[in-house]
């Protein structure tokens, strides 16, 4: 919530003033409030393009994806004022206390209505259709229903975007939300290629001075991509996951299409203004899935050139007590390092305490953290890729090392790290598929355990089990089919 107010208000204050500066230098100025207008339609990134991205590579859970995630929600609810202030700023409206209060009026009755005719009835008009069992109604009936909230909204003088938006949300919190999602899915592409069809033709070329935009749409990108990453350093993120969602956020999405029509239609901008809005947001959005891509690498490669800059200290173990006597690291006491807090880090936790082996946790994410140390958990927060906060988690003494966290980038990096730091730790992975265990093996992991081939072992188990063969054969065929496994990919490393 903090992080997705504070990237709009700081994205489009320093978009705007950028706007306002360089219409002027050019010749073209504009008014001040076109250019606030300029600087928060920029402000809003495409959510339809960063979760297929971030959710086809497997990286919307994690640290970046996690923040992408959020600061998109705040952004499409942001959305509602967003086209409500345009009224404000058009030259055509006189802005006065009745006015205003009247404004402010008509979106507290909107948000009423909205909570009481959506939230309320419309839960029960899907449990309805679904309850039907019959799926060209299910298809019928949430094609209507998102069509009529778009036209209810419309008759208010509010953008039929903004209520098939706000429908779909609500449908999102119904527990029959599943069943309309798979069947309507078809119809997502479908519907997304018409939308971008549409805003197609809406270009005209002949009055598109390319050069100029791409360069126009670059800037946009640093910009956006700076002050994500900016926000995301200042709320405790690390300097790598602060970048890729910082590349991740920094394209300007749909949203953008329906906030310069409706500042088209309220003539704050002109038709050429217009055209030139929607080149720039056409071109970041094209270059968006390759900076997705290529963040996690580019981080990598930048985040040790820059180690010299101070940022931040948001540590939470900086500002909670400190463990008790019996958790606090000792140089040659036998100790393990857990990286990763999740079900993985907590399951191996609770067997390290169960038997008496002194433990340390490093964690990314601050809740986490700030929770597991009220329970009196060793965690500590940092990137597992920065070797201070490897130091902080006493990976230097630490006997044994288990990394089970799922960003396979991070993974390498670290047993990269954790190597130079301490040689002699027996370093145990966790790997999502065979794909990657050569990999891991070859920057120096000990052992790599892979979630699927763990499962498969375990569901052959089982099976032998159901048929009675003896436990001391079936703990003899889990051990050949991973020593066999094994010799495969040491021996390709």
């Given amino acids: 919530m903090v992080g997705g107010a504070v990237q709009i208000l700081v994205t489009g204050i320093v978009v705007s003033t950028l706007a306002y500066w360089f219409m002027y230098a050019i010749g073209s100025g504009v008014t001040p409030a076109a250019a606030v207008f300029l600087g928060f339609t920029f402000s809003v990134s495409s959510t339809a393009i960063c979760l297929k991205i971030l959710t086809d590579r497997d990286e919307l859970g994690l640290p970046h994806g996690r923040i992408a995630l959020g600061i998109l929600i705040f952004q499409d609810i942001a959305v509602v004022p967003l086209m409500i202030g345009i009224d404000f700023l058009s030259p055509h409206t006189a802005l006065s206390f009745g006015l205003i209060f009247k404004k402010i009026g008509f979106i507290i009755l909107f948000a009423s209505a909205i909570f009481i005719g959506f939230r309320i009835l419309m839960p029960r008009i899907v449990r309805l259709i679904a309850s039907l069992q019959a799926r060209e109604v299910l298809v019928i009936g949430a094609l209507v229903i998102c069509f009529g909230a778009a036209y209810l909204t419309s008759l208010v003088g509010l953008s039929l975007a903004l209520g098939s938006f706000v429908a779909g949300m609500v449908i999102a919190s119904t527990d029959e939300s599943h069943q309309i999602s798979m069947t309507i899915d078809p119809f997502r592409e479908a519907f997304t290629s018409i939308f971008f069809i549409s805003v197609g033709l809406l270009l005209d070329i002949r009055v598109i001075n390319l050069p100029l935009f791409i360069a126009i749409a670059l800037m946009v990108l640093l910009v956006k991509g700076l002050v994500v990453g900016g926000v995301s350093i200042f709320l405790g993120n690390s300097l ?3 970048m890729m969602a910082g590349m991740a956020l920094a394209q300007i999405g749909e949203f953008s299409f329906v906030l310069a029509e409706a500042g088209l239609k309220n003539r704050l901008i ?23 891509a290529l963040a996690p690498k580019f981080a990598d490669q930048v985040v040790p050139a820059l180690g010299f800059i101070p940022l931040p200290s948001r540590d939470p173990s900086s500002v909670t007590a400190r463990p008790p006597d019996s958790t606090i690291i000792c140089a040659g006491e036998i100790h393990a390092a857990i990286i990763g807090f999740g079900v993985n880090g907590q399951n191996v936790a609770a067997v390290l305490h169960a038997t008496n082996i002194s433990y340390s946790v ?9 929770l597991m140390r009220r329970k009196g958990e060793p965690i500590f927060y940092g990137d597992c890729t920065e070797k201070k906060a490897l130091l902080r ?25 954790i190597r130079e730091i301490n040689k002699k730790a027996f370093i145990i992975v966790r790997a999502r598929t065979l794909d990657d265990v050569a990999a891991l093996y070859s920057e120096g992991a000990d052992v790599v355990v892979t979630e699927k081939f763990e499962t498969s072992i375990q569901i052959f188990s089982q099976l032998l089990n159901h048929f009675t063969v003896d436990p001391e054969l079936i703990l003899e065929q889990q051990e050949i089919i991973r020593r066999e496994c094994e010799k495969i990919f040491l021996g390709s490393s």
């Avoid at 080149?279 to 094209?286: E, G, K, L």
């Fill in 270 to 292: 002109d038709h050429e203004v217009f055209q030139s809005m929607l080149a720039i947001i056409v071109v970041t959005m094209t270059v968006a899935p390759a900076m997705i």
């Fill in 240 to 242: 790598r996951v602060s």
């Fill in 393 to 417: 988690a006493g990976i230097n003494h630490a006997r044994a090392v288990v990394l089970g966290i799922s960003d396979a980038t991070a993974v390498r990096q670290s047993i990269a790290m």
């Fill in 362 to 370: 490093l964690e990314i994410d601050r809740e986490t953290v700030k």
